[in-house]
């Protein structure tokens, strides 16, 4: 069996390198990153992937509309964020899931792990 696809949207280049590395070394395909909206959205419009993480300020803005298009195909999504609370995302997207950065691997998996379970 195939294991889950995650896109990954984030767009520091350290950030990003390390939440693909931490999903890669936990056996998942990662797809990304990507450091803009438009570079995600065509991957998803390629193949959906099973999970989404985002940062909210991606290069060419916020990734709210991406969000909202993967929730919309039943895609999980995961927000990591340095500028929302995971208050205010859960608020904002009760459906969703929410990290604050600096978010440590260990939580970035175990959030991924409910998300997966929940879907």
């Known amino acids: 069996m195939a294991m889950p696809r995650v896109l990954v949207a984030e767009d520091e280049f350290i950030i990003a390198l390390d939440l693909c590395q931490t999903v890669s070394e936990a056996g998942f395909q990662v797809e990304g990153p990507h450091a803009d909206m438009s570079s995600a959205m065509l991957a998803m419009q390629k193949r959906k992937p099973d999970l989404a993480i985002l940062d909210v300020n991606l290069d060419d803005g916020e990734a709210f ?3 909202e298009q993967l929730m919309k195909e039943d895609v999980p999504v995961i927000f990591h ?3 929302f609370s995971r208050k205010e995302m859960e608020a904002r ?3 969703a899931f929410a990290c604050e950065k600096p978010c440590p691997p260990n939580q970035i998996l175990e959030t991924v792990q409910e998300a997966l379970s929940t879907h």
Do not use: C, N, V
């Open 81 to 83: 964020s340095g500028h």
């Open 65 to 67: 509309s991406l969000a």
């Open 93 to 95: 997207y009760p459906d």
